[in-house]
């Protein structure tokens, strides 16, 4: 049964600070990775999503990787500002045993940037 | 080109109550899907419909049922409210097939679903 874990839990930086955050999965067989963000109450917006067969997607300030051997995945924020802060979520969907509409979630980084 | 959007936003419902909420997904998408959310839980997946059908379900009980219309809106409906129903509901919507897009979800921005 696919997990996926995202450790820290929490993460507490001053503005400008380059950041990474950590994402493991425990079955390399996923069809792709996307990671999220969503601020308190609020839906989800799409973040970067990484196919399988990528190694690393780039948009703006944000980076991530996929390493599928290993089941990791990180999202690298660059200059961190205070609007950065929210929580930040990475869901795999699995080859085997769901369907292409069944992401499973990890528990979530909640980020604050401090100005 | 307009997002995915639930309505209502927030409800708020009685214990043995039932509820129906509603997901409009992005024009052209085909899949929807739609996720329980809760502080102790976290995201959890409770179906997908693709093209009218229930194509997979989550670990949730049968009070929670959905069903998509021929314009791929879709609709979960829960029955006999109980305290622990108490969620964001979350619906996500994709082209649902194979492709460039990598089956990429757009969420919408939930129902907040209270039950007293």
């Known amino acids: 049964k696919q997990e996926v874990t995202q450790i820290p839990a929490a993460l507490s930086v001053p503005e400008g600070e380059n950041l990474v955050l950590n994402c493991s999965f425990t079955d390399s067989a996923i069809y792709n990775l996307q990671w999220f963000r969503q601020d308190p109450g609020k839906g989800l917006t799409s973040l970067l999503l990484?196919?399988?067969?990528?190694r690393e997607q780039t948009s703006g300030r944000l980076n991530a990787s996929l390493d599928k051997s290993s089941g990791r995945s990180t999202l690298y924020i660059a200059a961190s500002q205070p609007g950065d802060s929210a929580t930040y979520l990475c869901a795999v969907i699995p080859l085997y045993g769901g369907s292409q509409g069944n992401l499973i979630f990890g528990k979530g980084t909640k980020l604050s940037v401090k100005p | 080109k307009a997002g995915v959007t639930q309505t209502p936003r927030y409800l708020i419902k009685t214990r043995g109550q039932q509820v129906t909420l509603s997901c409009s997904p992005i024009?052209?998408?085909?899949?929807v899907s739609w996720y329980q959310q809760t502080p102790g839980q976290g995201l959890q997946f409770l179906f997908e419909y693709f093209s009218e059908t229930q194509r997979n379900k989550g670990n949730f009980p049968g009070r929670f049922s959905g069903r998509q219309f021929s314009n791929s809106r879709s609709e979960m409906n829960v029955s006999t409210l109980e305290l622990g129903d108490s969620a964001l509901y979350l619906c996500?919507?994709?082209?649902?097939?194979?492709?460039?897009?990598?089956?990429?979800?757009?969420f919408g921005p939930g129902t907040r679903l209270t039950v007293t």
């Open positions: 990484i196919q399988s067969s990528q």
């Open positions: 996500a919507s994709s082209t649902g097939t194979s492709g460039r897009s990598g089956l990429e979800q757009y």
């Open positions: 024009s052209g998408h085909r899949s």
